[in-house]
């Protein structure tokens, strides 16, 4: 019987004697062995069809990828539902399960699909990134054949369109999902809060969760208001937080640490630090939820940037009393804010403090020591942190390599920031950045050595940083001061044909250097230019600017 269904098929399907789909119709199907595997939202499949179904699967879905035109053949098999979707499952992709499911249940042969069928294909669609034809065809699972999902299969398509970016698709989808009654898990209406949240759509986030709760589409739990809290927090907006933390209540929900977190994080950010420290004190009071250690570093961290040290560690020596352990952000935050109120001394302090505790220190660690050092003038001991780096095996990163090269330049110690430069220049895994070639370019050109300042900027450029106006304005300058005025307009033109736009301090000083090698006229071409009524690549017309190179009396 199987031969005569095998036979039949070949014939009518005209198949080429090699073609790999052949090797579908003679291989023995084992339902358990070739099914694609189904998502765990996808409801169990169907009992497995008897053999002569299994054989005319395979031919349907064989023709519905190679001959589609040969379907009305299998009217007078009349393939019964069941085979059906068992051609569909034989897909070896999301593409060729969507054409048989088109084939097969649109005319010639229109066969009613199975709801399994759907899900089926609608979860290849969605793991394959073609959410778009998914959602067309969930919309024609619910609108033309009348099959409604459960909370699972809801959840999981809305939350593989927002894994996708597809946000304002997932919120059509659960809305559908609300207006059919379906009981969607809160797990989908969390997921999209945060990811709109994370493209910087707050205010809708918090519209969306309120107009839920409002209208009773779903009971948030305590990691809901959490993503909404830290949303309003993020854009400065505390009170909200506040008002958020009350309605918990409502719904049976209690602030838990990561809340309280949040919620300390979010006054120390705008500047209300001691409000923070009140919600720490009445954690330790209440006991309701335990304060950990980032509790107390988002305390400590508010009031050193405030600058407020004896608070910092007033809140520190209670955090090592409530027994919880510092880590090594805290002790990096304490060193960064004693460098930055330029107490040295207390800074070497707490970063003995991290040595003693076990904490292993980082880059933000050594970064904010050297930061500290170089602040106070010490630039001999920032250069021993730097070595000491080594030790631990952390490389400095570019604002290390920024700080010190910066402070190097600031006491006139060129060739050792030229020698850091280079070394800078050697990482691969550092992109260079602009600010770190600026102060390399300007204490070149203060001390006269104006070719090697060139030499720096081809290296820049060849690294794939572009010079911005403090870089132009520097070389502009330096090449005046060296009566090199022909490369001083040269590189303005350059300046301003790259898209870099000469601010006033640019202009004003050029056209004061100019003014000095007596070239008012080259002045007004500048002005022109600088002011965009001229372009830097028309002729000019200066009889002075055949005779450029001038000393400027300084």
């Known amino acids: 019987m199987f031969l005569r269904h095998n036979t039949f098929l070949l014939v009518r399907l005209r198949l080429p004697p090699h073609h790999p789909l052949l090797r579908l119709l003679h291989y023995s199907f084992s339902p358990a062995a070739h099914l694609t595997p189904q998502h765990p939202s996808t409801p169990p499949a169907p009992a497995p069809p008897h053999a002569a179904e299994l054989w005319i699967a395979k031919a349907l879905a064989s023709a519905a990828l190679l001959r589609p035109h040969r379907l009305p053949a299998f009217r007078a098999l009349a393939p019964s539902p069941l085979a059906a979707a068992a051609a569909v499952r034989l897909a070896p992709c999301a593409a060729a399960a969507l054409r048989i499911f088109s084939a097969l249940h649109s005319p010639p042969l229109s066969l009613p699909p199975s709801e399994h069928s759907y899900r089926h294909v609608i979860s290849l669609l969605c793991q394959s990134g073609r959410h778009s034809d998914a959602l067309k065809l969930f919309d024609q699972m619910m609108g033309q054949s009348g099959y409604f999902p459960d909370a699972g299969f809801f959840s999981f398509v809305a939350g593989s369109c927002t894994n996708a970016g597809l946000l304002d698709a997932t919120v059509t989808l659960l809305a559908k999902g609300s207006q059919f009654g379906c009981d969607i898990e809160p797990y989908a209406y969390n997921k999209l809060m945060n990811s709109l949240i994370a493209h ?55 602030p838990d640490t990561v809340t309280h977190n949040i919620l300390v994080d979010g006054l120390c ?67 960064n804010g004693y460098g930055k109120a330029g107490d040295i001394e207390s800074a070497v302090g707490m970063y003995q403090q991290l040595m003693l505790r076990r904490c292993p220190p980082d880059i933000v660690t050594f970064s904010s020591l050297i ?22 095996h952390i490389q400095p990163n570019v604002y290390t390599f920024s700080i010190i090269i910066h402070s190097l330049c600031k006491q006139n110690r060129s060739e050792e920031a030229l020698g850091l430069l280079r070394e800078l220049n050697m990482r691969e895994d550092i992109a260079p950045r602009t600010f770190i070639y600026n102060p390399v370019i300007d204490i070149l050109c203060k001390g006269g050595k104006v070719n090697e300042a060139n030499l720096i900027l081809l290296d820049m450029e060849e690294k794939g940083c572009h010079p911005d106006k403090y870089t132009y304005t520097i070389l502009i300058i330096g090449h005046c001061m060296k009566g090199r005025i022909s490369e001083a307009v040269t590189l303005f033109h350059k300046m301003v044909e790259t898209g870099c736009h000469p601010d006033n301090i640019t202009v004003d000083s050029f056209i004061s250097c100019l003014l ?21 690549s028309q002729k000019v017309c200066s009889r002075q600017s055949q005779r450029l190179d001038t000393s400027i009396a300084v």
């Not at 779903?218 to 208001?225: A, G, M």
């Not at 250690?293 to 040290?309: D, L, N």
């Not at 001991?381 to 780096?389: D, S």
């Open 200 to 254: 910087g759509r707050v205010q809708d986030a918090v519209a969306l969760f309120e107009n839920w709760i409002e209208e009773g589409l779903y009971s948030p739990d305590v990691w809901s208001f959490n993503v909404v809290i830290k949303g309003v927090c993020r854009v400065g907006n505390v009170q909200k937080a506040l008002a958020l933390v009350e309605r918990m209540d409502e719904f049976g929900c209690s």
């Open 269 to 335: 950010r705008v500047k209300e630090v001691n409000k923070g420290r009140e919600v720490l004190r009445r954690l330790q009071r209440d006991g309701v939820s335990t304060p950990n250690v980032v509790t107390y570093t988002s305390v400590i961290s508010g009031y050193c940037k405030a600058g407020r040290m004896e608070d910092a560690m007033a809140v520190y020596n209670d955090m090592l009393e409530s027994g919880t352990r510092p880590n090594t952000v805290t002790y990096n935050v304490l060193i």
């Open 371 to 392: 930061d500290g050092y170089c602040r106070c003038g010490q630039l001999d001991g920032a250069m021993r942190i730097w070595k000491e780096m080594a030790q631990y």
């Open 516 to 536: 000095k090698a007596g070239m008012p006229n080259e002045v007004d071409r500048i002005m022109l230019i600088a002011s965009g009524h001229a372009s830097s």
